[in-house]
């Protein structure tokens, strides 16, 4: 059989690949990723608003099944897929991804945690207010219309868009090669620029920057490079570093917590993923600060709580979470749009400049079909007028006419062929009407009622009114600044609608690198009888043998992030931090406390750690008799020497003992009372009343003259015997009595 070869076009298959990827690449570029930048909408945005429209969905109408929008926007002019129609739905209805939502939307639309919306049988749509500002002078003609992919429809080649939408509501898309991502801006600042271009088309960038200072992200945060805005703006891309905002709040048990009340625009849509990653960071301890994170986020705003531990640097905590999570990132600016199917990197002045262009061609098409709409009227207003002032003549060429064309003709032409006349006045009359097409449509079908004298006087009135809007719309278009007032005032009337105050701050910091602290472990802290101090590790201390341990009369279990504290007789407490206290080999004498503070020749009588002090409560006994009960939080500070306890003159403290928790709470533990001549008295625990650390205290035993308290003890449960003066003082001998009474001869 012949092959037949008239058809057959020889190419080179490299050729072939070249044009067809790169007709490919245009039709993403401009049938799908990049927005217009007349409208700002990119085609699937720009048919579902078109498609709600033809529906009647306006905002005072009832919200429609999404499934049901979705479905004529696919059927009649986006033929790509149900999912990436529905997906583009719901971006619109975001408050956190635009500042001006086009679509209202009713249902679960999914949140800012990144929750996906419901599926789009479940939920239901209708246009917003802010969408209207871009449909509503469609019916007027001011756009193209094009076939749709199969010629079956017409669809708007781009929307009458009153408000400069694409720098309002931003837009982010990837095509083939290229990406665009412009930042959202506050709609008052918006409109003040692009009013401000009008009243001087060569404004420079620094002045047009007085009003649009930079992006207003609707999740508010921080822009932390003001400086580079301007650069960004001049050359249409650049990178912008966005923050969230936090506050400090103090918490419970002395902690601070770091609130973050906004957060970057970059994770919104997917909050939980910024929290999931601060819980992560808190378990695997790469920040050793933080206690505990929640979200306790509502409908009222953005709440998450990093609660952080006690004594720690919360601005450098801070430093080190902008450093590693998403609560401070890059939003990279590329200002990216189609004018005149090519794909073009916008200035900020270059894209207000299309945005004013398109709204002079807009306004102008609009008074152009305002004048001739009016001046259609006027001639037909102007045909009844004439037509009520011989309408006598009229109504005898209706009864004297066979069929509406021959009485038409009488009344366009002057033709009386076939027309009875009652007098040759009338038929001479008749042959020299000239009435429009129009006019004597309008004059056939005029109702009687036209001829009483009131609606006679509203024609005249109309006929007034048309013709000093006629006289208006053509000053506007024959006078650009005219033309220009008209817009301004309209978008003065959109700024009153849309007004807002600016969410996302504006400022300049400059990056402080996160201190890393240091891993926290468990150490031991040893003190002998002459004051000698030093620290070892729990593998060192676990190797001591006992006869060694008895060298030290304190051994303090802590962190090596904590603080050695020390209370002395004469009432008051130094701090050491443990970082401060030499570690050393056990067989290294260490450093004296006294020179790691300013404890000087003050007589120590009780070491603890501040984290255990923290969390104890603790029996303040004098040798004047006074004892007192204090709360161990009342002596978080900062300073390395504070009053520990009130004291009279002259008295001083015997005994600091220090009680948890549990040893606090059991009331019926005994106290004993020893004095230097002998006396002893016993009372219950729950006798010490809890005072402030400024309090003196009250009387713990009467004193005889010259006697003085000399030991202050609480026995565990298990205890039998103390000693005291080097002798065994039996518990069970010292007999309960009230507190503050006379003690008895102490069975040593």
Do not use: W
């Not at 009844?384 to 069929?403: F, H, N, Y």
Request: hydrophobic share 40%; aromatic share 6%.
């Amino acid at each position: 059989m012949k092959q037949n070869t008239e058809n057959i076009i020889q190419m080179d298959y490299s050729e072939e690949m070249k044009i067809s990827y790169r007709d490919y690449a245009m039709s993403v570029i401009i049938a799908r990723a990049l927005p217009d930048v007349r409208d700002g909408l990119k085609p699937v945005q720009r048919r579902i608003l078109y498609a709600m429209k033809e529906l009647g969905l306006d905002p005072a109408k009832p919200h429609r099944k999404s499934a049901r929008i979705v479905g004529d926007t696919m059927g009649k002019y986006h033929p790509h897929g149900d999912s990436s129609i529905y997906d583009a739905l719901v971006r619109m209805t975001e408050d956190y991804s635009m500042s001006i939502p086009l679509v209202d939307g009713h249902g679960n639309f999914g949140s800012i945690d990144g929750d996906g919306s419901a599926a789009m049988r479940y939920t239901e749509a209708r246009l917003s207010e802010g969408a209207m500002t871009m449909l509503d002078h469609l019916e007027k003609g001011l756009v193209p219309f094009i076939p749709n992919f199969d010629d079956s429809e017409k669809e708007p080649a781009v929307l009458p868009a009153m408000i400069p939408n694409l720098l309002i509501n931003g837009s982010t898309g990837i095509a083939v090669g290229m990406a665009t991502n412009i930042p959202p801006h506050n709609p008052a600042e918006v409109i003040d620029g692009a009013i401000a271009y009008l009243d001087n088309p060569a404004i420079t960038l620094e002045k047009l920057m007085k009003y649009i200072p930079g992006p207003d992200f609707p999740t508010g945060g921080m822009i932390i490079n003001q400086e580079d805005i301007g650069s960004i703006y001049e050359a249409g891309e650049g990178k912008i570093r966005l923050r969230a905002a936090t506050e400090i709040e103090n918490g419970e048990n002395g902690r601070k917590n770091i609130i973050i009340t906004e957060i970057p625009y970059t994770v919104a849509g997917n909050k939980t993923k910024l929290v999931e990653s601060l819980v992560n960071l808190m378990k695997d301890k790469v920040f050793d600060e933080i206690y505990d994170v929640r979200d306790e986020s509502s409908k009222e705003g953005i709440r998450i709580v990093i609660e952080v531990k006690k004594d720690r640097d919360i601005e450098n905590l801070l430093n080190g979470l902008y450093k590693k999570t998403l609560m401070e990132d890059t939003y990279g600016v590329n200002m990216l749009a189609v004018k005149d199917q090519q794909p073009i990197v916008f200035s900020l002045k270059a894209m207000l400049k299309e945005f004013v262009v398109f709204q002079e061609e807009l306004y102008t098409k609009e008074y152009e079909h305002l004048l001739a709409k009016a001046e259609n009227r006027l001639e037909i207003v102007d045909g009844l007028i004439r037509a009520t002032d011989v309408i006598d003549l009229i109504i005898e060429i209706l009864r004297g006419s066979s069929s509406i064309a021959q009485a038409k003709g009488c009344l366009t032409l002057g033709d009386i062929t076939d027309i009875k006349f009652k007098s040759k006045a009338s038929e001479k009359q008749a042959k020299t009407l000239d009435f429009t097409e129009r006019q004597a449509e309008a004059i056939l079908s005029m109702p009687l009622s036209r001829l009483i004298g009131l609606e006679i006087l509203k024609l005249h009135e109309e006929n007034d009114s048309l013709k000093k809007s006629i006289d208006e719309y053509k000053l506007i278009l024959s006078d650009s600044s005219e033309l220009y007032k008209v817009i301004k005032n309209t978008l003065k009337n959109y700024k009153k609608t849309f007004n807002v105050p600016r969410r996302t701050k504006l400022t300049s910091i400059t990056n402080v690198d996160y201190v890393e602290e240091v891993k926290i472990e468990d150490i031991y802290i040893l003190i002998d009888r002459f004051g000698y101090t030093k620290s070892i590790d729990t593998v060192s201390y676990s190797r001591l043998s006992e006869d060694t341990l008895k060298e030290y009369p304190h051994i303090i279990l802590c962190k090596n992030t904590d603080k050695l504290c020390l209370f002395t007789a004469e009432g008051n407490m130094y701090q050491v931090k443990v970082s401060q206290i030499p570690k050393c080999k056990i067989k290294d004498k260490g450093a004296l406390i006294h020179t790691l503070c300013k404890v000087d020749k003050e007589n120590i009588l009780t070491y603890t750690s501040f984290e255990q002090l923290f969390e104890s409560q603790l029996v303040f006994s004098t040798k004047a008799g006074y004892i007192k009960l204090v709360s161990g939080i009342e002596f978080e500070t900062n300073r390395t020497a504070i009053s520990a306890t009130k004291l009279e003159a002259a008295d001083e403290v015997v005994s600091v003992i220090m009680l948890s928790a549990g040893e606090a709470l059991a009331k019926d533990s005994k106290v004993i009372i020893l004095t230097e001549k002998g006396a002893s008295l016993g009372f219950l625990l729950a006798e010490i009343p809890e005072m402030k650390k400024t309090g003196r205290g009250v009387k713990s035993i009467e004193l005889d003259k010259g006697d003085f308290v000399a030991l202050t003890v609480i026995p565990k449960a298990s205890d039998e015997f103390f000693l005291y003066k080097e002798k065994e003082l039996n518990i069970k001998k010292v007999r309960l009595r009230k507190r503050g009474q006379k003690g008895q001869k102490a069975q040593l």
